[in-house]
């Protein structure tokens, strides 16, 4: 049994180009799809989040429309009552990247407004891709490759193939016309090559250690995949 290291976001809000809060937090499926998959392999998950905050959860991401109806749904947020590992959550801070034999983001826009800026963070992030530890992260948790930031300057994700959320999908999702800046453009100016797979589509890339999905539909592949590099 390992220990693999969950890192949410702590925003309950994404903070629009007009200065708007929208509503937001990690989304449910990108959570509990992995965490399902880790720990019915027998891993232990801890939960870390910027200050040691409660994350939220995007509550549209509990809405039935998005989940394949309402059985699922209620599914869903069942099994997020189960995850009592997100009542506790350490401060990201003071994790200790040895305990862990891998590390995972999910998305949901609550990423773009915290993790994309969090120090600590990006800290973690150079740390674990230097250590050659499976680091899985799923549709918009990308956003937190844009603090890895090394001390020339450079980010440490430039020249690393990898998917996130596209801008096609959130203009499909009817947010793109209001964000102050989109992911894969951001990622792409990082330097970080983006493979886009179609819209809402499972589509997952893996590029070394690192293993990254495009939206809520790659969180269960993401998973596979971490599991397959855990060995």
Same mark, same amino acid.
């Given at each position: ?9 702590? +925003?309950?809000? /994404?903070? =629009? ?9 990690? /989304? %449910?499926?990108?959570?509990?799809? #992995? ?9 232990? &998950?801890?939960?870390?989040? #910027? ?11 509990? +809405? ?8 699922? %749904? ?15 959550? @350490?401060? *990201? ?43 899985? @992260?799923?549709?918009?948790? !990308?956003?937190? *490759? =844009? ?33 102050? /800046? *989109? ?8 330097? &970080? ?6 819209? /809402?589509? !499972? ?6 250690? *690192?293993?990254?999905?495009?939206? #809520? ?9 971490? =599991?397959?590099?855990?060995?």
């Amino acid at each position: 049994m390992s220990k693999i290291l969950f890192v949410m976001t702590g +925003a309950d809000h /994404w903070t =629009l180009a007009d200065g708007t809060a929208h509503p937001t937090g990690f /989304w %449910a499926e990108e959570a509990v799809v #992995p965490y399902r998959a880790v720990k019915a392999a027998g891993h232990e &998950v801890v939960v870390a989040t #910027p200050g040691g905050v409660v994350p939220p959860v995007d509550r549209a991401s509990l +809405a039935a429309q998005v989940n394949g109806g309402q059985e699922k %749904a209620d599914e869903i947020a069942r099994a997020l009552e189960e995850m009592t590992e997100l009542r506790t959550p @350490v401060k *990201l801070a003071e994790v200790d990247l040895a305990e862990f034999a891998a590390v995972f983001y999910p998305g949901g826009h609550g990423p773009m407004e915290d993790l994309a800026v969090d120090a600590e963070s990006g800290r973690l992030l150079v740390a674990a891709l230097d250590s050659g530890r499976p680091l899985a @992260v799923v549709c918009h948790g !990308p956003a937190a *490759l =844009l603090a890895a930031v090394r001390s020339d300057g450079g980010n440490a994700f430039a020249g690393y193939r990898a998917a996130a959320f596209t801008n096609e999908e959130e203009t499909q999702g009817g947010l793109a016309g209001q964000a102050k /800046w *989109l992911l894969q453009d951001r990622l792409t100016e990082a330097g &970080v090559e983006v493979r886009a797979g179609e819209p /809402w589509a !499972p589509h997952v890339v893996v590029d070394r250690n *690192l293993i990254t999905g495009q939206n #809520p539909a790659s969180s269960a592949p993401v998973a596979e995949e971490l =599991l397959k590099h855990l060995g």
